[in-house]
């Protein structure tokens, strides 16, 4: 059960995330409510999946697969450009997460 509220917390932070985007610093109202009940519901969800999850791989799951996710979002939602250096980055954080999962395990 823990993993499937780290997958819904990973979800609602890149939900929250993109809308920040979206926002134009908070000027749109539709877009400033997805940013609110975003990170709301991603932190309720963290937090309940740390009752009995490791608070280190999960976060490097979270923060992780977040990144890459909003990586993705902006490319798609926003255009954003595509570089050599950010894909080498995003393998980097693929990879970091990785390690962090198999070497620190997620359940207690």
Not at 23 to 38: C, K
Not at 78 to 97: H, K, S, Y
Request: charged share 5%.
């Amino acid at each position: 059960m823990g993993i499937v509220l780290v997958a819904g917390a990973i979800i609602s932070e890149v939900i929250a995330t993109l809308a920040l985007r979206g926002s134009h610093g908070l000027s749109r109202l539709g877009p400033t409510v997805l940013v609110i009940v975003g990170y709301g519901a991603a932190f309720v969800l963290l937090a309940q999946a740390l009752k009995s999850l490791n608070v280190g791989p999960v976060y490097a799951v979270w923060s992780g697969v977040g990144t890459v996710g909003a990586f993705l979002g902006g490319v798609v939602l926003f255009d954003e450009p595509v570089r050599v250096a950010t894909l080498i980055g995003v393998t980097l954080v693929i990879l970091g997460v990785a390690v962090m999962y198999l070497g620190g395990g997620m359940e207690h």
